[in-house]
């Protein structure tokens, strides 16, 4: 420290200025370049494509097209089944994994036995293949013989259809998709947890606070720059529910599944439309922008986020 | 094992024992739920690796109808485990997911730490916008971007390169954001002391700030590690050279032979690829479960 | 000089892409005279130099350093260089003989190396369009016959007719030849076909009491769509009165990802086709059903949605309302033994031989409606249009097409062969009654509706019969699909 302290005097005024304002773009320059180069700019070529025209088959563009794209989309049906079922995941998935996170993490936190196995547990499911859940969660829902109507049998109770239900295949796909991904949140949480100073339960317990409003005035508010990460993070989780889809129930039956992320890929890689393929991709994007730019205010905190 | 109810009875020695047995109830209710939901969440997981332990045949034969076959090996054998490590030679899949995992870890840290702390502490003109623009990065997935994505990787001379596989999501927004709003967390106070006695900036950012975000660092390795080791999609457009392909591509192999159904190395595969980030996760935990001693901020 | 054509292609579509070849032919011959001319008759030493001329090539067909099958190019270059090879994956022991091809080729040509590209079967297609976009692809690639017309219009792959021996493009079975040209250039060597036949459990059925599918040869004389779904009923309501709650009369299609609508082409096409007739005044919507899109490929109003397809896919609904087979996607029901029917490809049978399940089965043909009707497709490797080793890239194909490579093949993976001296030449084929209707079926069966939008017509399709099994109205939902895929199709036109 002090070796520090001697060259930091050394230098003169100008160059200390100027070590002053550095260091910030210095430092954002690595994310600057790679998100540019690898997010941005196609992010950008996504924008652009959305009023081209293209060669079917070998998707280079043949001209610009103004508005026909996102014409096109907003008169398909599918389109707007689409749209509604991303904001319906969306929802689903906040309302479900949130407070599913925020309580396993408070558990988990609390040193429990048995809090290592569950721990590795929920992190198994975030780690495991996409695919080979998919496999093993069609084989649960199967609506003959699968396990979840099997335990609704012994209990009495009549069996669901699940991923054939016209209502039920949404709902499906979203709480597999809670299982896989609840534990995104929860390492969020789990990690704000730990910046939470100690003295403030200590205080709490002092004060005679139950665990509950210890939970309300001093877990809650402290973990606030967490769930502004959590949520922003599962907004883009939920929306973006891709393989489930494509190996349970390929968006059916009637649509009731499909969502932007599956309309879109179905546009660029079934029916070789690159440029209807980007407008609902711009028209997904305009959606996770206001949904996150709200969230953001309502969780807005004191000092802001 | 020293429990939070031990150090909570300590710190207020004179409450009633009721209190006690509430608490301690209230543990044991605590932990009961605790296992309920590792089950829960183990389960389907549990049951890949059951499958993992039967012939191709029985688990096909054993699946329907549900029995107590479905859920233990009656004939366990380990010839699945033999296939895959055999003739598949899924050990150098998983090496080469494991190489682009460490590559993408590595990078994320780096990237998501300095640029999560500018954005967090240090003023330059246009901050607020940039990290607008970059948060917006991160609402568009790999399939809509796919093609664009291929150029531009192809355009760099990348393609069939281990740096290929990760270096497009090596740096992610949500890392940026993660370590933003752990650095804010850190009380001001510390870093200011430091700056009085001459610390410059990157002093300040390795002695004091880093070492007060590690569980946040370690819940950013965590993810971009099962980010990185579940990807699917890029790698099999980008990787053209077997040699290199990754284990979840090799998984997805298994299970495209028409007539040729291969779920028990499938299963087995599927197992084997989990158990490196259970382990990770069991390694990390250290950073995730406060010690007696610690209180707080160091 | 002259480089004859098959002359049993004689299809429509054929004439006009003819007077492309015969100005290549005419081209060449003039080449050739007034190289002859100057000469003044001597020998022509300098005939192989014209490009991918077969006349030259196919006298030195021996000369080549290795077995190249039907190639008839020029001979291969001394230079070093590398071919790429996508293709899909197949499992170890699959892999091994195309490897050991690759060995043998390479030490006879040593300074040509294969680098192969193994991807999942359902990504090709996708990482195909992917190459195609960014202007560079491998040499070759594993396409399917499906798509010719697509390869065609899109300029994907390069016609391949000038690289082969004629008696080579005359072995291949006619429909698979067919199916693998457009607009009269050859784009892909068909390696194995795909048609769909009916296996049976022998042991569900005499548990039940209902008499099995007829073992014939003929494709004409197995069931009807009647009597198919008559006779699972039966089995059906016999098997639930004996108690038993699991087995399934029809087991779950293992195409793709399985279940109602998981391979149009293969499986539930076959329904919907079989019901229209190609010997039908061509006005009629017999006929037209029969074809499943216009005569240009580019509308399926009027062919997808006639009283005839729509007879086909109540008829495949029934089978869904009446219980005969899951509404879902079940893995593997046929060989656990829990599925009396399954419908699937020739290579199911070699894996039966091999893994001797616990139970006694046949096979019988699919359904017939007013036609037996059989959809084939095949997996052909195809030539990259842009490849700068267009002859090595074509002499690769036909190396792993020779006789040897495909009997290889063939006992390793149990596909059907798709040329008639290879089928001649295994004896099952000839004397064994499933080999024997695998040869018929092989033989009779159609391509997929010919159009350069197959693909968009193909995806756009699946997920409505997957509806129509759920129970939506057959009718409504293919007229809703045929003013869909009219609308996808619009931007071939």
């Known amino acids: 420290m002090p070796t520090a302290i001697r060259t930091s005097r050394k230098r003169n005024g100008r160059m200390a200025r100027l070590a002053e304002v550095l260091p910030g773009p210095a430092m954002i320059l690595p994310a600057v370049v790679a998100l540019g180069i690898f997010q941005f700019l196609p992010l950008v070529v996504a924008v652009v494509n959305s009023f081209r025209s293209f060669n079917p088959f070998n998707q280079s563009p043949t001209g610009w097209v103004g508005l026909a794209n996102y014409d096109e989309i907003f008169s398909d049906p599918g389109f707007q089944l689409a749209f509604v079922n991303t904001i319906a995941y969306i929802v689903i998935m906040l309302a479900a994994t949130i407070p599913l996170a925020l309580f396993l993490a408070v558990l988990l936190d609390q040193r429990l036995p048995g809090s290592t196995f569950a721990r590795g547990a929920i992190v198994a499911a975030l780690a495991a293949s996409e695919a080979v859940s998919a496999l093993i969660w069609n084989q649960l829902y199967d609506p003959r013989g699968g396990m979840f109507n099997a335990i609704l049998a012994a209990v009495g109770l009549p069996e669901q259809p699940f991923l054939i239900g016209d209502t039920q295949s949404l709902l499906s796909i979203a709480a597999m998709s809670v299982w896989k991904d609840v534990g995104l949140p929860m390492l969020i949480f789990l990690a704000g947890l730990q910046a939470i100073p100690r003295e403030l339960y200590e205080a709490a317990a002092l004060d005679g606070a139950g665990p509950w409003r210890t939970f309300r005035n001093v877990t809650l508010p402290l973990l606030r720059p967490s769930l502004v990460v959590a949520l922003f993070m599962m907004t883009i989780t939920a929306t973006r529910i891709f393989t489930p889809i494509l190996i349970l129930t390929q968006g059916g039956p009637n649509g009731a599944t499909s969502n932007l992320a599956y309309y879109s890929y179905r546009l660029n890689f079934e029916f070789m439309a690159p440029g209807a393929a980007s407008a609902s991709v711009v028209c997904m994007l305009l959606v996770i922008v206001v949904i996150t730019i709200a969230q953001t205010w309502l969780a807005r905190g004191p000092k802001g986020v | ?298 | 000089m002259s480089r004859p054509t098959r002359t049993d292609d004689a299809s429509a579509g054929l004439t006009a892409a003819n007077s492309g070849m015969n100005r290549r032919r005419f081209l060449a011959g003039t080449a050739a005279l007034a190289a002859g001319g100057m000469l003044m008759g001597r020998p022509l030493p300098a005939a192989a130099q014209e490009a991918p001329a077969k006349g030259a090539a196919a006298r030195a067909a021996s000369s080549y350093k290795l077995d190249l099958g039907g190639y008839a190019g020029p001979e291969l270059t001394s230079q070093p260089i590398t071919l790429k090879f996508m293709r899909q994956e197949f499992p170890p022991h699959v892999n091994a003989v195309l490897e050991e091809a690759y060995k043998e080729f390479s030490a006879a040509y040593p300074n040509i190396t294969i680098q192969e590209e193994k991807v999942p079967y359902g990504d090709l297609q996708k990482k195909m369009q992917i190459y195609v976009g960014s202007g560079a692809a491998p040499d070759v690639m594993m396409g399917r016959t499906d798509f010719i017309e697509a390869y065609h219009a899109g300029n994907i792959a390069l016609p391949l007719q000038d690289y082969f021996l004629d008696e080579f493009l005359h072995d291949i079975l006619d429909n698979q030849f067919k199916a693998a040209s457009a607009k009269g250039n050859f784009y892909g060597a068909p390696w194995e076909t795909y048609f769909t036949m009916m296996y049976f459990n022998r042991d569900i059925f005499k548990k039940a009491g209902v008499p099995t599918p007829p073992e014939v040869t003929d494709v004409n004389a197995g069931w009807t769509a009647e009597e198919f779904i008559a006779a699972l009923d039966e089995l059906t309501q016999k098997l639930r009165a004996q108690g038993d709650s699991t087995t399934w009369a029809l087991s779950a299609a293992t195409h793709g990802n399985g279940g109602p609508g998981a391979n149009y082409t293969q499986v539930e096409s076959l329904w919907v086709r079989s019901q229209g007739d190609p010997n039908a005044d061509k006005g009629s919507s017999a006929y037209k059903t029969f074809l499943g899109v216009s005569e240009d490929g580019l509308q399926a109003t009027g062919y997808l949605d006639t009283p005839e397809a729509v007879k086909g896919m109540a008829n495949y609904q029934q089978l869904f309302t009446k219980k005969l087979a899951p509404p879902t996607a079940v893995p593997n029901q046929f060989v656990s033994g829990v599925g009396a029917i399954h419908f699937t490809g020739l290579n199911q049978a070699s894996r039966l031989f091999q893994q001797k399940p616990a139970f006694e089965w046949g096979a019988s043909p699919f359904p017939r409606g007013r036609i037996a009707f059989n959809c084939n497709s095949s997996d052909c490797p195809i030539v990259w249009s842009k490849t700068p080793y267009p002859a090595e890239a074509a002499a690769l194909v036909a190396y792993l097409c020779n006789d040897a490579n495909r009997i290889r093949f063939y006992k390793t993976w149990g596909s059907m062969p798709v040329r008639k001296s290879l089928i001649a030449a295994i004896p099952e084929f000839g004397n064994q009654q499933l080999f024997q209707l695998s040869a018929a079926a092989a033989a009779s069966g159609q391509g997929a509706p010919r159009s350069v939008g197959w693909f968009d017509y193909f995806n756009a399709i699946n997920p409505v019969v997957r509806d129509i099994a759920l129970g939506g109205d057959p009718e409504s939902q293919l007229k809703q699909a045929a003013t869909r895929i009219d609308g996808l199709l619009r931007k071939y036109r």
Request: glycine residues 4%; proline residues 6%.
């Open chain 2, 1 to 298: 094992m020293s429990t939070v109810a031990s150090a909570a009875a300590s710190a207020r020695p004179r409450r009633r024992r009721s209190a006690a047995t509430r608490l301690f109830s209230a543990r044991t209710l605590g932990t009961v739920v605790v296992i309920l939901a590792g089950i829960v969440f183990a389960f389907p997981i549990a049951l890949a690796a059951v499958y993992s332990l039967k012939a191709t045949q029985d688990i096909l034969s054993d699946q329907y109808p549900l029995s107590l076959a479905s859920f233990i090996p009656l004939r366990p054998t380990l010839e699945n485990y033999q296939t895959v490590f055999g003739p598949l030679n899924f050990q150098n899949n998983i090496l080469n997911t494991l190489i682009a995992a460490t590559g993408q870890v590595v990078m994320a840290v780096v990237c998501s730490t300095l640029a999560g702390y500018a954005f967090a502490r240090l003023r330059f003109p246009g901050r607020d916008v940039i990290f607008s623009l970059l948060l917006l990065a991160s609402f568009v997935s790999v399939e809509a971007i796919l093609v664009p994505l291929y150029s531009i990787t192809q355009w760099l001379g990348l393609t069939s390169t281990y740096v290929a596989l990760f270096l497009p999501f090596a740096c992610n927004p949500f890392g940026i954001y993660l370590m933003r709003q752990s650095f804010r967390e850190i009380p001001v106070e510390l870093e200011e002391a430091a700056r009085l006695d001459g610390a410059n900036v990157w002093r300040i950012l390795f002695s004091i700030a880093i070492p007060n975000v590690l569980p946040a660092l370690a819940t950013l390795v965590l993810i971009q590690f099962i980010w990185a080791w579940n990807a699917y999609l890029w790698p099999v457009v980008i990787m053209q050279d077997p040699g290199k392909q990754i284990a979840q591509v090799a998984l997805a192999n298994m299970k495209s032979f028409p007539n040729f159904p291969m779920d028990g190395p499938l299963f087995a595969g599927a197992t084997v690829i989990t158990i490196p980030l259970v382990i990770m996760a069991i390694f990390l935990q250290k950073y995730y479960v406060r010690g007696l001693s610690s209180s707080g901020m160091k």
